[in-house]
């Protein structure tokens, strides 16, 4: 059976960390600013549609 004690925890050459964390920054603002928007729409559908 193939021996899983021990785990090797390494980092893949050229990782360019700047551009993931400016993706991950730019993922949460669009997250935030669609769920507001979504809100708004649902509160205006809420206002003019009933």
Do not use: C, R
Not at 17 to 25: D, M, N, V
């Amino acid at each position: 059976m193939a021996n899983h004690s021990e785990v090797a925890y390494t980092q893949a050459d050229g990782m360019d960390y700047p551009a993931h964390e400016q993706t991950y920054e730019g993922f949460l603002a669009l997250t935030k600013y669609g769920t507001l928007a979504v809100i708004a729409i649902v509160a205006l559908m809420a206002i003019f549609l009933t």
